[in-house]
């Protein structure tokens, strides 16, 4: 269960951008999860079934609630628990790269924070992620892309407003 | 060519699997489009900040919680979990919709106006009987008339041609 639970809290944690807020909804996702087990469909794959619900689940609740909050957690040393190999200049312009794209998640729509989740974030195939958002392979193919071009603009947006 | 285009296939392109021709275009476009190098290098950026993007432990509380869910739940359930397999479904749909029909055969006002029209239809069609009956009731009348008359001329036809003939 350790590694389901792993998989949906970090899709959560990266979604909502809070810690305390993931580990809620991780645990609203289980509580669903156990009632829902009885209809789950056994030809299916269970990891994108559990991953579907957990994305509904975070979906819903961000539109119902918007989390009264537009603000992500610091993005600090929990994020980037992996060392970074290279040079330490490099190193460094990599960490601020990965701080601003984690600054930059909340300003794309759901869907699209999504789909670039589970595409760049996540590393999933293309085929998983339609089987996970229900969409055809190409609509998915053309979401990240868009999810990419929207992020990378706010990232320079934001890079070319910091001194 | 405008930029939104390319930019639709940017993520084929960096992941390469864009066929040649497209390839080439997208290059093309590239070498004429500063916006779009600028783009595109920015997503190269992302693209190398995102991959191994580190994977958190949940916290320990947090697994607790989960493993507490299971016997925290109810055991008590209203419908069995055999009849909400979802291989069922599509009997239970057939169920619903041959219900909705029956319904409509019974209790929809339709039902009800049908039986009011049957009603009708057999009222009309036996006082329509009734009238063609009395009507061939008079018309016998009249023919019973008719022969009376005839005969009465006949009679009187007789008496004359008797009193001729006795002159």
Redesign the interface.
């Known amino acids: 269960m350790n590694a389901y639970a792993k998989r949906v809290f970090n899709l959560a944690y990266q979604f909502s951008g809070s810690h305390q807020e993931a580990e809620d909804q991780t645990q609203e996702v289980f509580l669903k999860l156990y009632g829902a087990l009885p209809k789950f469909d056994f030809q299916r794959s269970f990891t994108a079934w559990l991953l579907t619900l957990a994305k509904n689940h975070l979906i819903d609740e961000y539109r119902r609630t918007k989390w009264q909050r537009t603000q992500r957690d610091d993005f600090d040393e929990r994020t980037t628990a992996a060392p970074l190999a290279g040079n330490p200049q490099e190193t460094l312009e990599r960490e601020e790269n990965r701080r601003l794209v984690w600054e930059s998640l909340n300003s794309l729509s759901s869907d699209m924070r999504m789909a670039v989740i589970l595409r760049d974030l996540q590393g999933r195939s293309y085929e998983e992620i339609a089987q996970v958002l229900d969409l055809p392979l190409g609509t998915v193919k053309s979401r990240v892309n868009r999810a990419r071009l929207a992020l990378a603009r706010v990232v320079e947006e934001k890079r070319g407003g910091e001194p | 060519m405008t930029c939104e285009r390319p930019?639709?296939?940017?993520?084929?392109y960096l992941e390469g699997t864009l066929d040649p021709a497209l390839r080439r275009a997208v290059e093309d476009h590239l070498a004429a489009c500063p916006d779009c190098q600028?783009?595109l290098a920015?997503?190269r950026?992302?693209?190398?900040?995102?991959a191994?993007?580190?994977?958190?432990?949940?916290?320990q509380?947090?697994?607790a919680?989960?493993?507490a869910?299971?016997t925290a739940?109810k055991k008590f359930r209203l419908v069995p979990?055999i009849l909400?397999?979802?291989?069922l479904q599509p009997y239970f749909a057939g169920a619903a919709v041959l219900l909705v029909f029956v319904s409509f055969i019974f209790l929809a006002p339709q039902g009800r106006s049908f039986q009011k029209a049957v009603n009708r239809q057999v009222h009309l069609g036996w006082s329509a009987a009734e009238r063609i009956y009395a009507k061939a009731g008079s018309v016998t009348e009249r023919l019973g008339d008719y022969r009376d008359n005839l005969l009465g001329s006949l009679r009187t036809l007789n008496i004359l041609k008797e009193s001729e003939t006795e002159k």
């Not at chain 2, 930019?7 to 084929?12: I, Y």
């Not at chain 2, 909400?84 to 291989?87: A, C, G, I, N, V």
């Open positions: 930019q639709e296939l940017f993520s084929a600028a783009l920015g997503l950026k992302i693209e190398a900040a995102v191994d993007w580190p994977e958190l432990e949940p916290s509380a947090l697994l919680r989960l493993s869910i299971p739940r979990d909400l397999r979802p291989s």
